[in-house]
């Protein structure tokens, strides 16, 4: 099993930037794939990005791609998104996920079996 730790979230402007820390712990951050997903009020929950096992490979969600970039530390067990000009409808809880039966991508929400509690990102016009 794993425990996922979200910190980071926040009050922001539109175009400001944040950072975004998921701190794991049991089992290690290396070996299994990794995902940022958010939820909107009123909305359900959507991916916004995923990193393989070492970082070598990333996914984005179109509606964050080239604004946002995911990165893990395997050494400090931690995982990161940059959030950068962020918009309006940036606004969510971001959530941080783990997938343990894969060292690959997973890119769909429902693959995910292991969550944190959330950070919440607040973005004003």
């Known amino acids: 099993q794993v425990q996922l730790v979200e910190s980071g979230g926040g009050l922001a402007q539109a175009g400001d930037s944040l950072r975004l820390s998921c701190a794991t712990s049991?089992?290690?951050?290396?070996?299994?794939?990794m995902a940022w997903i958010r939820q909107a009020p009123g909305k359900e929950r959507e991916f916004v990005a995923a990193?393989?096992?070492?970082?070598?490979?990333?996914y984005y969600a179109d509606s964050v791609k080239g604004r946002f970039t995911i990165s893990r530390d395997n050494a400090k067990n931690t995982v990161y998104l940059q959030m950068n000009s962020l918009k309006p409808e940036d606004t969510a809880v971001y959530y941080c996920?783990?997938?343990?039966?894969?060292?690959?991508?997973?890119?769909?929400?429902?693959?995910?079996?292991?969550w944190g509690r959330g950070t919440q990102v607040t973005v004003s016009s």
């Open positions: 996920a783990a997938d343990l039966t894969t060292m690959g991508l997973r890119i769909r929400v429902g693959d995910y079996g292991y």
């Open positions: 990193i393989n096992w070492n970082g070598g490979r990333t």
């Open positions: 049991g089992r290690t951050s290396g070996g299994y794939a």
